[in-house]
């Protein structure tokens, strides 16, 4: 119990570090969710990209 006391100033060391361990984890899940949406969105800009490619190669084939 001496230990969680902290002196007496268990309170605030606790409170300083729940809120800190809070703060850490919702860093993560918005990290996470950010990448995952970085992700899709550079899936659908290469796959954007590929289709315009095969359109324009088909459109010179066609005039050659």
Not at 11 to 23: C, E, K, R
Not at 41 to 59: F, G, H, M, P
């Amino acid at each position: 119990t001496n230990f969680m006391s902290m002196s007496g100033y268990g309170q605030f060391i606790w409170l300083a570090f729940g809120i800190s361990a809070i703060l850490l984890v919702g860093i993560l899940i918005h990290s996470q969710r950010f990448l995952r949406h970085t992700e899709k969105e550079l899936l659908t800009q290469n796959s954007q990209k590929n289709k315009l490619e095969v359109a324009e190669d088909i459109n010179n084939e066609t005039k050659e």
